[in-house]
Structure formats: C-alpha cells, structure tokens
C-alpha cells in the first residue's frame, strides 16, 4: 500500500567523504584560477551569464512561463517596467567590471546567476566600504550576512557579532549569529568558503568557522504559521545581495557537490549517541517477516511480490533513526513508526512515514502503462494518510538518500537530505480529514517497534541507526 554512530565513523569511505568537505581551508588571491574541482561562476570580463532579482520569494520567479521569465531577464539586464518606473533599476545601471572584480555601487537589483544550484561548495571574496550592509542568497534565499561591523550595533541588528552569520532566520535559530568575529579590518578582502547540503548551511569567514550546519530557514514564509511553511527550494540561483556603499566581488568558484558526496557529508555530522541496528550481513535482531528481503552488498533489497513489516526487535518511545535508501522508478514503501508487532503499520502503528519515488505518477504509469495518481499525504516522507510532505527533494532515482526521522511525543519530523520536508504534530490532525476518512487507531501510541513497511518494488535500506531520546 502507499500506504553506535561512533563505529560507523571508523568507516574508511566516511571518513575520507568528510574530510574532502571539511579540509584544510586556503586563502586565495586576486585573479586566481578555479581550485581543482571548481569552475568559475563569471567570466571575468562581463555580467554574461548574471540576471537581475531582488526581496521576491523565488518560487514567484520559478511560476513564471519560459517566455515570461526571458522577458523578465532581459529587462533586468536592460531596464524596463517589469524592473521599475523609472527604469533605472537594472544591473547595467549599478554593476560593473573593473579588472578582475565585480563592483556594485550600494544600489540596484541582486546580481543572480543564470544557472541553479543545488549541493555547493562556494568561494567568495569581497571588499566593502564603510557603512556597507550585503549579503550572499543561496538557492534566491536571503542570506549569508556581510556588513561594516566597525560602527558597533547602532539599530541593534547584531552587527557587532560579525560577518558570515545567516542574518534572516528566527531569533536564537541556530546560525543567525556568527560563532566568532571574524571579518577583516574594512577594505581589506575577506574570504568566505560556504558549504549548501540540502537546507543546511556551513560558513569559513577568513579560514574560521562562523556558522556549523545550521538550517537556511525560508525567509519568505516566516509570517506563515510554522506547519504551512515551506523549505527552500531544493535548486536556485546565487546572489549577490548590495545595499549602503561599495561593495567588490572577485574569486567566485563553484564547486556541485554530488549524492554519494552529500550523503557522507550528513552521515558526519550529528552522530553522536546512535547505534548500528543493521549489521550489513543479515537480520539478526530484526523479527517479523524477515523473509520478505534478502541482504545483499551491505543493503536490506526488498523481494519483489512481497509484503510484511520487518522491524528491529527493541521497543522504543522517542528516538531518532536515520538511514539511507535507493528506489527503483515508481518505488513505494514505508517507515514503519511505533508499530505494534504485527498488524498495518500505516493505521494501527502511529504513522508510516512514507517512502516513495518523488516522481511516482510518471514513473509508475511509465512502468504500468496506468495512470498513477496519488494523494499528496501519500507523497516521500508524509505522514501516510495524515500530513503531507514537502516535496522535490529527493536525489534522482537509483542514488541513495539520506533521511532522518526524529519522533518526540505526538511529532515527528523527517529531515531527507539536509532538508526538513515534514515537521507535523499528529495530536493536532483533523482525523474527519484524513485520506479516505480512514481511522488511525494507532496515531496515538506512546511506543512500538521501528521498521519499513513495504511490498512488491526493490526498494533498498543501508547504514540503519537509532538513537533513543
């Protein structure tokens, strides 16, 4: 139906994954070519490749059609009313290239790149004048905090603490403030290395680290209620945010951080306290219908043509589990979330926390020949029936993604690939609501069992710990 972390660090592939993110930091210099890895995010001679945005949700610039959005660039680049009256809004008004840097006057739209990004490593140095007050967006998302912090905290902002700190998240959320000061005397160069798993964001201002992989919160849904805000978008453009003086850019390089990569990088961080429940060989310690998959290269295969709900054999109240999975085109299964030892996880467990192809309906229909709609609440990482998840953040079928799942009292909140697509209270669900008004007499449990509820697809599990809260 759609219906000890510290052994695993021993890992010699773990190991060497966290130590390419987290190296030896360098310093560069003017006009500096690409460090091995990366390419270049302008070309040195012009804004070629480089769009005007400003303060809008990019989702608005994301709903437009391909001709409205060349229409859209184009006047940002040139001027036009789409831009503002006056038409002198445009990055040809306020930018320019000077050598082998960018140089913004304090004013215009944000230079945007042409091309989305999702899992980066970024590397950036800038030079500002005083009373400056920039920034770098991320995915269209504000911001990576850069001003002139010489004038002390005259409008209580924090400017004091420093650079590098992402400045539009929640008060007291983690990474608003930067860990250190660590900004240059004003005009000299700083440089930042920036680090974009998922929505989780790790900042080097001048080789030291300022914010530690905390979460690029959605500043464009923070009036919403928090259970109807949305993540940020798993791609978008980097921006170059100016305003209050001169600001210059050079030694831009891009580094596209791919699954395996992304998947080690989140395995490091955070694991403190967990154990291993699946030793790679076979099922000990699992009970259930254990004969419904096979153990094969380190992985839990699901058989085909069969279904049960497998679990580890250890009952628990509040935990986090963590693991990583691969589908197969149209793959459907399931976390099985405070089950009891027998009986359908998705209505009598407190949920089944849905695992299934982000592109389920052209892929299942691709593989039926049938059309294959579904509810969103039985979309990757719902609350099967209940809550729906975010969704888009997936990693492309047949490479492995990296989920946590965090079950505290009624809540539970997934964390797929750096990013929290689900973060709902089942307390708080209208059951006259729910998919097929079906009844969850098992919403409300206080403890069970943890395991995958499947059947049928080849969906494949690996590195499965928990830690109990």
């Not at 210099?29 to 390419?39: H, I, L, V």
């Not at 979460?215 to 259970?227: C, Q, T």
């Not at 990296?402 to 539970?412: D, L, N, R």
Request: charged share 25%; glycine share 12%; proline share 6%.
């Amino acid at each position: 139906m759609i219906t000890s972390r510290s052994q695993f660090l021993r890992s010699s592939c773990f190991a060497a994954a966290a130590l390419a993110l987290v190296g030896s930091p360098f310093a560069l210099r003017a006009a500096d070519a690409p460090p091995a890895g990366f390419t270049a995010l302008w070309n040195g001679k012009d804004l070629a490749g480089w769009y005007g945005w400003g303060t809008t949700d990019p989702r608005t610039f994301v709903a437009l059609t391909p001709e409205q959005q060349a229409e859209y660039k184009k006047q940002s680049i040139e001027g036009g009313p789409l831009v503002n009256a006056k038409g002198d809004n445009h990055i040809n008004a306020h930018w320019k290239v000077e050598g082998d840097e960018i140089v913004n006057d304090g004013k215009g739209l944000y230079l945007s790149t042409e091309k989305d990004y999702g899992d980066i490593e970024l590397l950036v140095d800038y030079k500002m004048q005083p009373k400056g007050d920039s920034g770098i967006y991320l995915r269209g998302v504000p911001q990576v905090q850069i001003w002139d912090t010489t004038e002390g905290d005259p409008r209580g902002l924090g400017q004091d603490k420093g650079s590098g700190g992402l400045w539009n998240n929640d008060k007291g959320s983690p990474g608003k403030d930067p860990l250190v000061h660590a900004d240059k005397p004003l005009g000299e160069w700083n440089h930042f290395r920036i680090l974009m798993v998922g929505s989780r964001v790790s900042v080097w201002l001048n080789d030291q680290l300022v914010v530690d992989h905390a979460i690029l919160e959605n500043y464009f849904d923070k009036k919403k209620p928090v259970e109807q805000r949305l993540p940020i978008l798993p791609r978008g453009p980097i921006q170059l945010q100016t305003h209050g003086s001169e600001i210059r850019w050079r030694n831009l390089f891009v580094r596209e951080i791919g699954s395996d990569e992304a998947d080690k990088f989140l395995a490091s961080k955070g694991g403190e306290g967990f154990q291993s429940i699946f030793n790679g060989k076979d099922l000990d310690g699992w009970a259930g219908p254990t004969d419904v998959v096979e153990v094969e290269d380190g992985a839990m295969v699901w058989q085909e043509k069969k279904g049960g709900t497998p679990y580890w054999n250890t009952e628990l109240s509040d935990f986090v589990a963590r693991v990583e999975f691969k589908l197969p085109p149209g793959g459907n299964n399931g976390l099985a979330i405070r089950v009891p030892s027998s009986g359908n996880a998705a209505y009598e467990g407190m949920c089944e926390c849905q695992v299934l192809d982000d592109n389920y309906e052209v892929n299942k229909e691709k593989v039926t020949g049938k059309p294959a709609p579904i509810d969103p609440r039985q979309a990757h990482g719902s609350a099967y029936g209940m809550v729906a998840a975010a969704r888009g953040y997936q990693h492309p079928i047949t490479e492995w993604n990296f989920e946590e799942v965090t079950v505290k009292g009624s809540t539970i909140k997934v964390e797929l690939n750096g990013t929290v697509i689900l973060d709902a209270d089942l307390s708080k669900v209208d059951m006259e609501n729910v998919m097929a008004h079906s009844k969850h007499p098992g919403k409300d449990r206080t403890s069970g069992f943890f395991g995958f509820a499947g059947h049928n697809d080849p969906v494949q599990f690996k590195n499965i710990f928990i830690k109990k809260l």
